[in-house]
C-alpha cells in the first residue's frame, strides 16, 4: 500500500479516535516501521493543533506495532500563540506508542540563528543506492528511493558511526508537508549500525524531532539527512539526526534513544 493510500485508509472510530490496519509493506519485523507510527500519530493530533504549524514531536515506541491500531489525541493545553496535544496508540495487546506534539504560531523576533550547514556529499542524482541490491533491506524501505551520500555503511565495522544519506517518498503522490517529513525521517537504519560487524537486532525506544520551518519545500521529493551516534553503551545508543531540503536549507532535528544487541 503508498503512503498516500495508508493516509487515506485512515478511518473515524469515536470522536477524535482514528483506527487504520498496518500494512504488511510497512513493517519492520514484529513491528511498524517507527516514522510511520510517528506520522499516524502526529496525523490525528493535527484537528487540534488550531491550524498551528508543528513545531516539535517526542514519541515514546512503547510495543510493537501490527495489525489495527487507534490513535486517540487530547489537548493538553491551548494558549494564544501554542497548542500542545498528546496522542496515544493502542492495540490488541494495549498501549503501543505515547506522542507529545507542539504546536507553536510564528512570532516576530530579533534572533536569526541558523548554523546547521549541510555536509558536502554528492547529490541525490549522482549518489548511488543505499542498498546494494533493489528489493534488499527493511520491508518498510522499499517504500523510499534512499541513497548513500557519505560516511559508513551498516556491518562495515567502521570506527565511528556517522551517516549521510539522500531519500525521499517513492509515492509521487506524497505532499510535502509535516507528516509526510515525519514518516520519512526515521527511514536509514540507526548510525550505530555501521560499527556492526554482523548482523544484530536493533529496536528504537524514543524520538524527539524539532521542526525548524513551516515551508517544508523540496526539489523532486529529496531531502538529505545525517545520522550521527555520539554513544554506544551498555546495550544502548544515543544518536543524532539532521535533515536538509535540496536548497541546503534545515528542516528538522532530532535525537533518538535506540536499543542494540550486540
Known amino acids: 500500500m503508498k503512503y498516500s493510500e495508508l493516509l487515506a485508509s485512515i478511518a473515524p472510530a469515536d470522536g477524535n479516535v482514528r483506527s487504520t490496519g498496518i500494512p504488511e509493506n510497512w513493517m519492520q519485523g514484529r513491528t511498524a516501521y517507527g516514522g510511520l507510527t510517528a506520522a499516524l500519530c502526529l496525523d490525528a493530533a493535527l484537528p487540534l493543533s488550531a491550524g498551528l504549524p508543528i513545531r516539535a514531536a517526542q514519541v515514546a515506541f512503547v510495543g510493537p506495532v501490527n495489525g489495527t491500531v487507534r490513535c486517540q489525541p487530547q489537548l493538553l493545553r491551548q494558549g494564544k500563540n501554542t497548542v500542545f496535544v498528546s496522542v496515544r496508540m493502542t492495540g490488541e495487546d494495549g498501549v503501543l506508542a505515547e506522542c ?56 562495515s565495522g567502521a570506527k565511528d558511526a556517522d551517516v549521510s544519506i539522500w531519500m525521499r517518498h517513492r509515492d509521487p503522490e ?45 526539489d523532486d521529493r529529496w531531502f538529505l539527512a545525517r545520522h550521527t551516534a555520539q554513544t554506544a553503551l551498555n546495550g544502548y545508543s544515543s544518536q543524532q539526526m539532521v535533515m536538509w531540503n535540496t536548497s541546503g536549507a534545515p528542516v528538522m532535528i532530532g535525537r533518538q534513544t535506540i536499543a542494540i544487541f550486540t
Not at 542524482?125 to 533493489?134: H, I, L, S, V
Not at 534488499?136 to 555503511?153: K, L, V
Not at 515525519?182 to 549500525?193: G, H, Y
Open 100 to 155: 507529545i506534539f507542539t504546536f507553536g504560531a510564528a512570532r516576530s523576533s530579533s534572533l536569526h540563528l541558523s548554523e546547521l550547514p549541510p555536509p558536502a556529499v554528492p547529490s541525490a542524482a549522482d549518489a548511488g543506492n543505499y542498498f546494494r541490491k533493489e528489493g534488499h533491506g527493511p520491508t518498510f524501505a522499499q517504500n523510499f528511493d534512499i541513497r548513500f551520500a557519505g560516511g559508513s555503511i551498516p556491518m
Open 174 to 218: 506524497t505532499p510535502n508537508n509535516a507528516v509526510a517529513l515525519l514518516a520519512l525521517a526515521d527511514a536509514p537504519p540507526p548510525a550505530a549500525m555501521a560499527m556492526f560487524t554482523a548482523p544484530a537486532r536493533i529496536s528504537s525506544m524514543t524520538w524527539m524531532t524539532e521542526f525548524l520551518t513551516e515551508d517544508i519545500t523540496t
